[in-house]
């Protein structure tokens, strides 16, 4: 297992808050050990927590001309027809990953072809399951056209702890089933949009794997 590239920054001012502290506890409290041990314990928890976030796991990952791939770690939370109102203009099949701060948090894109379209949306922070999240909270929507004639839209959404979302991908790339094409920092939800008729192999509240879990079959 690696640290993603994203983590760095993130690790290194944690590191320094930790140092800080810990040398102000020693010098005020240097008398007091049963304080400078219960900050001694909180400073490796919160080093820890901060490093598996950024984690980036070595994976065998699973790819299919016409299979859906899950874009991220999570859990099912929306299966649903609705209207897709950015792009599509239309009716659409929805499935929803919600990301908690325990998952690996890197996106990768479900299937491989082109970026027809990318934006990004600054917004609020609501949380991640709340239904107003998809329009309102802070987001980017991708849409990537398969070489068969499926397109596929998705959708890094926000948490109320995410407050920074990362995209490596633009209109007019190529891009490859299983590749990075983002990061979400603490907590989040991603949106894929099929086309209505796509056989769909997960359950609510299915807990899936970025990369490796099949999300649909592409008609």
Same mark, same amino acid.
């Given at each position: 297992?690696?640290?993603?590239? /994203?983590?760095?920054?993130?690790?290194?001012?944690?590191?320094?808050?930790?140092?800080?502290?810990?040398?102000?506890?020693?010098?005020?409290?240097?008398?007091?050990?049963?304080?400078?041990?219960?900050?001694?314990?909180?400073?490796?928890?919160?080093?820890?927590?901060?490093?598996?976030?950024? %984690?980036?796991?070595?994976?065998?990952?699973?790819? +299919?001309?016409?299979?859906?791939?899950?874009?991220?770690?999570?859990?099912?939370?929306?299966?649903? /027809?609705?209207?897709?109102?950015?792009?599509?203009?239309?009716?659409?099949?929805?499935?929803?990953?919600?990301?908690?701060?325990?998952?690996?948090?890197?996106?990768?894109?479900?299937?491989?072809?082109?970026?027809?379209?990318?934006?990004?949306?600054?917004?609020?922070?609501?949380?991640?399951?709340?239904?107003?999240?998809?329009? /309102?909270?802070?987001?980017?929507?991708?849409?990537?056209?398969?070489?068969?004639?499926?397109?596929?839209?998705? %959708?890094?959404?926000?948490?109320?702890?995410?407050?920074?979302? =990362?995209?490596? =991908?633009?209109?007019?790339?190529?891009? /490859?089933?299983?590749?990075?094409? +983002?990061?979400?920092?603490?907590?989040?939800?991603?949106?894929?949009?099929?086309?209505? +008729?796509?056989?769909?192999?997960?359950?609510?509240?299915?807990?899936?794997?970025?990369?490796?879990?099949?999300?649909?079959?592409?008609?």
């Amino acid at each position: 297992m690696t640290i993603h590239k /994203e983590g760095y920054t993130t690790i290194a001012l944690s590191l320094l808050f930790i140092f800080i502290l810990n040398a102000f506890v020693d010098y005020k409290f240097a008398d007091i050990a049963w304080l400078r041990w219960l900050v001694y314990i909180c400073s490796l928890a919160l080093f820890v927590i901060v490093l598996q976030f950024f %984690r980036n796991p070595s994976r065998s990952f699973t790819s +299919g001309e016409h299979l859906v791939i899950c874009p991220a770690d999570g859990k099912v939370v929306v299966i649903e /027809e609705t209207e897709e109102s950015e792009y599509f203009k239309d009716k659409r099949l929805q499935v929803s990953i919600f990301m908690s701060p325990v998952n690996v948090h890197i996106n990768r894109n479900p299937i491989s072809g082109v970026v027809k379209f990318f934006k990004y949306h600054p917004g609020k922070y609501l949380a991640a399951w709340n239904p107003k999240s998809s329009t /309102e909270n802070e987001r980017t929507t991708v849409v990537v056209a398969h070489k068969d004639g499926s397109t596929v839209l998705f %959708r890094q959404i926000a948490g109320a702890l995410a407050r920074r979302i =990362v995209w490596y =991908v633009k209109e007019g790339d190529v891009v /490859e089933q299983g590749k990075e094409f +983002g990061f979400i920092k603490f907590g989040s939800r991603v949106d894929i949009f099929l086309p209505l +008729g796509t056989k769909v192999n997960l359950e609510l509240n299915q807990v899936v794997k970025g990369g490796i879990t099949v999300l649909a079959e592409l008609v």
